[in-house]
T-cell receptor, first 114, second 111 residues
Framework: DGGITQSPKYLFRKEGQNVTLSCEQN?????MYWYRQDPGQGLRLIYY???????QKGDIAEGYSVSREKKESFPLTVTSAQKNPTAFYLC?????????????FGEGSWLTVV | GESVGLHLPTLSVQEGDNSIINCAYS??????FIWYKQESGKGPQFIID?????DKRQGQRVTVLLNKTVKHLSLQIAATQPGDSAVYFC??????????FGSGTKLNVKP
């Protein structure tokens, strides 16, 4: 099936650890995004990438890092510098341009600090 | 940044009734809008979209209305079913490939 696959679904992080969330898409979309969702709040953009080997900071990039070595993959690393990482993380992708700008989401990953 | 907001955080409707969920946006340059449905613990699911050159678009049991004059978007769900219970939120895009999302409205469908 075509879509966006996030893994793991649930992840626990100890204080001081870096963790990486995986995101893979087989939709042949150019753009990929990472959002953070906290209870009762809207989605906040962490990072986005429009092309391989290039990415841009979103509104809350501090404490996170990404890479885009392949078109279909956009992993997110939550570093120890992120002081409040417990949240629901959503990866998304879209076609670039004025046509077909719909953004599609994966099923999300829950990150909890223990 | 620009904001997208919702008027009602929670909406309760009787099964079979129609539901109307509202959204206000503030970026007059936004020209593309999407409604999403998000069930608990899952990723948002695309419902319907509309471009700024339209004021109404219909899908299966859903209709989106766009009023650019007052920067208002609404989602109408006909004959609401228990499976429609979820959080609904709108998104706007101004062709710079950044999307802005509202916090959502929780729809409760009572049997």
């Amino acid at each position: 099936d075509g879509g966006i696959t996030q893994s793991p679904k649930y992840l626990f992080r100890k204080e001081g650890q870096n963790v990486t969330l995986s995101c893979e898409q087989n939709l042949n979309h150019d753009a990929m995004y990472w959002y953070r969702q906290d209870p009762g709040q809207g989605l906040r953009l962490i990072y986005y990438s429009q092309i391989v080997n290039d990415f841009q900071k979103g509104d809350i990039a501090e404490g996170y890092s990404v890479s885009r070595e392949k078109k279909e993959s956009f992993p997110l690393t939550v570093t120890s510098a992120q002081k409040n990482p417990t949240a629901f993380y959503l990866c998304a992708s879209s076609i670039l341009g004025t046509q077909g700008r719909t953004i599609y989401f994966g099923e999300g990953s829950w990150l909890t600090v223990v | 940044g620009e904001s997208v907001g919702l008027h009602l955080p929670t909406l309760s409707v009787q099964e079979g009734d129609n539901s109307i969920i509202n959204c206000a946006y503030s970026n007059s340059a936004s020209d593309y809008f999407i409604w999403y449905k998000q069930e608990s613990g899952k990723g948002p699911q695309f419902i319907i979209d509309i471009r700024s050159n339209m004021d109404k678009r219909q899908g299966q049991r859903v209709t989106v209305l766009l009023n650019k004059t007052v920067k208002h978007l609404s989602l109408q769900i006909a004959a609401t079913q228990p499976g429609d219970s979820a959080v609904y939120f709108c998104a706007e895009n101004d062709n710079f490939n950044k999307f802005y999302f509202g916090s959502g409205t929780k729809l409760n469908v009572k049997p």
